[in-house]
């Protein structure tokens, strides 16, 4: 566990690229929804997401790069600066659970797929400040009544 490391193999490079570029979209929507919402809860909630998805995005660029390796080139698609209310803040927050639970999902698959255990532990770790993000914004829905509460088994 301790031993030099090895370079990256292909799998674990094509993991560290789709996960840099869920969380480049995942920064840039959470940015949007941020700024267009009244809701101080939500938009503390989505400011928190952005801030979540710029801590992964740099972990997996610094792999890259410490490896040699290029980073993916982001979209040139950015966030305007409207404030225009699009979505309602039941339809966003919805979103970003779905976007959480896929990166847990996401993260799950590259962290069994690699065979670093810089790698694993990174994926370990980062899946679980985004489980604690999700299960925060579950609770936030669920006070605001935009999702009820899952049937308890007692």
């Given at each position: 566990m301790f031993h030099k490391k090895r370079p990256l193999n292909a799998v674990e490079v094509s993991?560290?690229?789709m996960n840099t570029q869920t969380n480049n979209m995942g920064?840039?929507?959470t940015m949007a929804f941020a700024?267009?919402?009244t809701n101080k809860k939500v938009q503390a909630y989505m400011l928190r997401?952005?801030?979540i998805s710029q801590k992964h995005l740099k972990i997996f660029t610094d792999t890259l790069m410490n490896?040699?390796?290029q980073n993916p080139n982001s979209s040139d698609i950015g966030v305007t600066n409207s404030t225009v209310r699009t979505f309602s803040d039941k339809l966003m927050m919805f979103h970003i659970g779905l976007l959480s639970?896929?990166?847990v999902g996401n993260y799950a698959m590259a962290g069994g797929a690699s065979?670093?255990?810089d790698l694993l532990l990174n994926y370990e770790r980062l899946s679980m400040e985004?489980?604690?993000y999700a299960k925060d914004g579950a609770d936030l829905m669920i006070k605001n009544k935009w999702l009820e509460q899952p049937p308890p088994t007692k």
């Open positions: 993991h560290l690229y920064l840039k929507i700024q267009t919402t997401g952005r801030d490896e040699g390796i639970a896929a990166g065979q670093r255990s985004i489980g604690q």
